[in-house]
């Protein structure tokens, strides 16, 4: 009986704490409002990752298979570089420098977080899609080259819409990594979904109740979206077997 009753008071007592915390002064919108935040940041720095890495992907394709090409060696040089350096430095450090150094003049700190996002996905999609398009049997590319494509229509008409299908469970897999990832936006002033839990742990003093919240949302959108993929994942090998 004893325990019982221990229990009921400790979850009472946990249910006034997210009321005063939360409810009251309608603290929870400040978490909408981050959480909105956040999900912008992810889907657009995704967007402009997959852009980037598709574009580097290619071009170290091709310097592979016209080593003779200047251009495509001075392109897969720079496209070293950058990955190098994205890979090799952390991600809250280039988006201080985004913030601080390169956009120092601009005032909207949502699209330099997107862009510093999505440079730093660029380089862990590039070597995805560079995976998926070498995993792609090269009768493929000997194939279209028999029918008179150029290497360039080769990539875009076969080889291309076979590596995206290859690696879209990864790329999934690099949303929800890029969907944790921006919990540092709050470094340049955004108030993503982290930087509101803080805000309403300094406004309360609570630092329990807006923490957990915040890393139980994190949970429920990763395990979301993992489930999402899972789901995916067994339709594709569904579809390759047919």
Do not use: H
Request: net charge positive; aromatic share 10%; with cysteine.
């Amino acid at each position: 009986m004893f325990i019982l009753e221990a229990i009921r008071d400790f979850f009472v007592g946990l249910g006034s704490q997210f009321y005063q915390t939360m409810i009251v002064d309608d603290r929870w919108k400040m978490l909408i409002s981050g959480l909105q935040n956040t999900l912008i940041i992810a889907f657009f720095a995704l967007l402009i990752g997959v852009a980037i890495g598709t574009f580097v992907a290619i071009v170290k394709v091709m310097a592979v298979m016209n080593s003779k090409s200047k251009l495509l060696r001075l392109l897969n040089w720079l496209c070293n570089i950058y990955i190098n350096i994205i890979r090799g430095t952390p991600v809250v450090v280039q988006l201080l420098i985004m913030y601080f150094v390169v956009f120092v003049s601009v005032t909207n700190a949502l699209f330099i977080a997107i862009v510093s996002f999505g440079l730093n996905s660029g380089a862990y999609v590039a070597e995805i899609m560079r995976a998926g398009i070498l995993a792609v049997d090269k009768g493929q590319t000997e194939a279209g080259r028999s029918l008179g494509l150029s290497g360039s229509q080769t990539m875009k008409a076969i080889i291309l819409p076979q590596a995206i299908k290859n690696i879209l469970p990864a790329l999934c897999n690099e949303f929800i990594t890029l969907l944790k990832e921006t919990s540092i936006a709050g470094y340049v002033a955004i108030q993503d979904l982290t930087k509101a839990g803080d805000r309403i742990r300094f406004t309360t003093y609570d630092p329990f109740t807006p923490l957990i919240v915040v890393a139980l949302i994190y949970l429920v959108m990763v395990l979301g979206l993992t489930w999402i993929i899972g789901k995916f994942e067994r339709r594709l090998a569904k579809s390759d077997n047919r």
